[in-house]
């Protein structure tokens, strides 16, 4: 379907408009660990539905060992919020999204998920 969902709305990675976010859902989606750590800034933080969380622990368990996948529906502030269907192996599929704080440095110093 060339990255387009059945309602038409899903934005394809590389269109996303801030840099880093792009990196951040593109290394998500290819399972590539090394390329995700990379577009973080180091002492990176985040959040899962309001409470922070070990940044190592989470992206092993919720995106690295269960196959995360994000499908961004749509983008606001400038490409730094994201509404997406993020679906993995432990919880299925659900409506997410996500906030992204990127550094002067280009890269993301702290992220935000949780329902949408």
Not at 60 to 89: C, T, W
């Amino acid at each position: 379907m060339n990255g387009v969902s059945l309602t038409g709305m899903t934005i394809q990675p590389a269109k996303l408009s801030d840099p880093a976010v792009r990196a951040f859902v593109s290394a998500v989606n290819a399972h590539d660990r090394d390329a995700f750590l990379e577009v973080l800034a180091p002492g990176a933080t985040m959040a899962d539905d309001g409470s922070d969380r070990d940044l190592a622990e989470w992206i092993d368990r919720e995106i690295f060992s269960s196959h995360g996948h994000m499908e961004v529906d749509r983008e606001s502030q400038g490409g730094r919020a994201l509404v997406a269907r993020y679906s993995n192996d432990a919880w299925g599929e659900m409506r997410t999204r996500w906030s992204f704080t990127v550094g002067d440095d280009g890269r993301i110093a702290r992220f935000e998920t949780g329902q949408a």
